[in-house]
């Protein structure tokens, strides 16, 4: 079994994107003036670098892609209904299925709810139970999202990404309801019983700053007590690393798939009841597997 996930792509912004009035909202404006000074040159090449995972994979298929999001900028309409399909061909190329889940730059503001919901959930893979899900942000029915990776595995999608109007707060957050959600399913036997459960995020799972990591996380970890089978996947700090969260968690964040000069994903392949994570690396123009091998 072949897993691979990838992270923060920002795409560039499509042609007349920033003639959208909404562009003026504060925080967007400010951010779009920290995007040209400081981050514009960074992704400038971000469709190319897709356009190399989808190489890739043809050249190394997977069985299973997950996704922990940031797909745009700043999440306007005119990214969504451009960026909904290239995101889309690439999660389909994956053998036996995918997953993904928002990021905080896909849902920038209140208003980028709704063009996820038009948008992206048709398009994006469904939950393999959409009962288990609270809220409305995906369709049907939001998340925790589930997907069952054969007998052995299986992966849940949880929502920490929350529209904020003040540009200087970034935080995520962990909704009460969601985790009620997630408790459940970790504790049902359908899932229980796999040997592998990775539990994905946008958000930092160990980076609690107040105003731009991840909020509410101790009934996260109060969750992952004794749990000696979850791995836990995210995006959003643009570096690819493994951590060691409380009780010895795994937690891998797959760093942004385009940022230059570290371009990266995670491609895992558990055996024989170990877990082989290889990193993706960006080299001569084409994505191939760091030949360290372990992280």
């Known amino acids: 079994m072949r897993i691979l996930h990838f992270s923060d792509v920002h795409l560039p912004f499509p042609e007349g994107a920033l003639r959208d009035p909404a562009v003026l909202h504060p925080k967007r404006l400010l951010a779009l003036v920290n995007f040209r000074l400081r981050r514009s040159n960074k992704y400038a090449q971000a469709q190319q670098k897709l356009d190399g995972l989808c190489d890739f994979l043809r050249r190394e298929p997977v069985d299973w892609i ?11 309409e005119k990214e969504y209904m451009e960026d909904a399909e290239p ?3 690439v999660l389909a190329m994956a053998r ?6 928002p990021g905080n730059h896909d849902l920038y503001a209140r208003a980028s709810l709704r063009h996820y919901r038009r948008h992206f959930a048709p398009r994006f893979p469904k939950s393999d139970d959409p009962a288990a899900a609270v809220g409305a942000k995906g369709s049907p029915g939001g998340f925790p999202s589930i997907r069952y990776m054969g007998e052995e595995a299986v992966a849940i999608g949880l929502d920490s990404a929350v529209p904020r109007f003040p540009f200087w707060d970034s935080s995520g957050r962990l ?11 970790l504790d049902s036997p359908e899932v229980a019983r796999r040997k592998w459960i990775f539990v994905m995020t946008h958000y930092p799972f160990l980076d609690t700053d107040y105003l731009h990591g991840l909020r509410h996380t101790a009934p996260f970890w109060e969750l992952m007590e004794g749990r000696k089978n979850v791995v836990l996947l995210h995006g959003h700090n643009h570096r690819i690393y ?6 010895g968690v795994p937690v891998f964040c797959a760093g942004s798939l385009s940022k230059r000069g570290a371009e990266s994903f995670w491609l895992f392949e558990p055996f024989a009841g170990s877990l082989n994570a290889r990193r993706g690396v960006w080299r001569n123009a084409r994505f191939s597997l760091d030949p360290v091998g372990d992280p």
């Open 96 to 101: 036996k299925g995918a997953l993904a889940v």
């Open 87 to 89: 995101i889309a061909r």
């Open 175 to 185: 909704d009460s309801a969601e985790l009620e959600a997630l408790g459940r399913l």
């Open 66 to 76: 997950l996704y922990t999001g940031d797909t745009m900028n700043l999440g306007l």
């Open 242 to 247: 493994l951590k060691q969260g409380p009780g």
